[in-house]
């Protein structure tokens, strides 16, 4: 009687927790799903009472004048500019990000530490305080209009070395570099052909996190980007919003197309988004 008691509470408990996840994740996903609903319709029908809950039939009218009709925003360009900008990013933290994590985790040097708790120490600063003498360098170094005051900057982030190193420090054992050393392998070699290969858990969330880091940039390129053709989506979105009068078919169709990438990468990734979190994080 006992045990199936001690049963009952167990499927009551389980039962408990998957209506509770349930529910968050129906908190969390209803925003994109009623965003989609209402690009699918047009502007007479987008804001009736009650709230419109399917799909309408305007989508692809509200794509149409998005992409070919209006001539604000040449939002084709900025949706390119937002892809090049961010995989270029990407590449590029990865690769240095990597490195800088792998030289702190693995070798030996005097003032290691300072460095580390000096790259830790910028995380504490909110970004928005460097703004006004981040901009005078990049019009000092003439990056205005530039995608390079966008992508050089972050390319050895403190957030980005700061994972690597963690993550290397704990899933690439020392024994097999020492043998990659005695067998007359270069550190370069080492760094190529075995802790990339290694560490690519890692690599992934490093690349997932600055890919929508960089795609939902916005105030980074409205400040460094003022011309429209070479800015980046977010900022065409904004300028968008600010010049269609009312024409919000058009705003959310050009949200919704917006928050693709990111939607397709949460759940291409999401395995290895996990799996890279938790393979380092704890000592064993």
């Known amino acids: 009687m006992k ?14 927790l998957y209506t509770t996840l349930v529910g968050l994740a129906f908190v969390f996903f209803f925003p994109f799903y009623y965003m989609f609903v209402i690009a699918s319709h047009p502007r007479e029908t987008m804001f ?17 004048r998005l992409l070919f009709v209006q001539e604000q925003v040449p939002y084709l360009t900025n949706y390119a500019n937002s ?5 270029l990013t990407v590449l590029t933290t990865i690769f240095f990000c990597t490195m800088g994590g ?4 693995k070798y030996e040097f005097r003032g290691k530490k300072f460095i580390f708790i000096f790259i830790l120490s910028t995380m504490a600063f909110p ?3 460097n703004i006004i003498p981040f901009y005078r360098m990049m019009v000092a170094f003439g990056w205005i209009n ?10 050895a982030n403190a957030m980005g070395i700061f ?14 570099l020492d043998a990659a050393r005695i067998d007359g392998l270069s550190e370069f070699g080492i760094l190529t052909r075995i802790v990339f290969p290694l560490a690519k858990p890692g690599m992934g969330v490093l690349a997932i996190i600055t890919f929508v880091g960089s795609w939902n940039n916005f105030l980074g390129a409205f400040i460094l980007l003022p011309n429209l053709r070479s800015t980046t ?11 269609s009068f009312g024409e919000f078919g058009m705003v959310y169709a050009g949200t919704a197309l917006a928050i693709l990438p990111l939607l397709v990468i949460f759940f291409m990734a999401s395995q290895q988004f996990i799996s890279g979190l938790t393979t380092g994080s704890v000592k064993g």
């Open 233 to 243: 989506l977010t900022v065409a979105l904004n300028t968008l919003n600010a010049v």
């Open 102 to 105: 792998f030289a702190l985790a």
């Open 163 to 176: 994972l690597m190193r963690q993550y290397m420090e704990e899933s690439i054992p020392n024994a097999l």
């Open 3 to 16: 045990k199936i008691s001690t049963r009952g509470q167990n499927l009551a408990k389980t039962a408990a």
């Open 146 to 155: 530039s995608w390079r005051a966008l992508i050089v900057p972050g390319m």
């Open 48 to 64: 009736r009472t009650p709230p419109n809950i399917w799909f309408g039939g305007a989508l692809w009218d509200n794509i149409h």
């Open 127 to 129: 970004p928005f305080l």
């Open 83 to 87: 892809v090049i900008i961010a995989v």
